[in-house]
């Protein structure tokens, strides 16, 4: 059965807010099983414009990754990104493992 991923790329404007998102965002994670696969680290852009924070989240399917972000608990975390950073989420049906 084909998987959810979540693609986000961001640049972050002010840490602050930024870090109060990512600390908000874990109890929506835990409940809509979502596996983060990558969490900034190296990168580089081998074509297009990079972005300085980079994550990948796995779900079970393309529909439970689509109601975490659409879920309550998401949306108030999002509430701090909002103005503390800009950016791209994607939401991609793939296989993984």
Known sequence: MPKGYIIVRVDVSDPEAYARYAAATPEAMKKY??????????????????????????????????????SPEYQAARQHRIGAAEGEFLLVEGFGD
């Open 33 to 70: 099983g979502a596996k983060p696969l990558v969490r900034g680290g190296r990168f580089e852009a081998l074509e297009g414009t990079a972005r300085s924070r980079n994550v990948v989240m796995e779900f079970e399917s393309y529909d439970q990754a689509k109601a975490y972000y659409n």
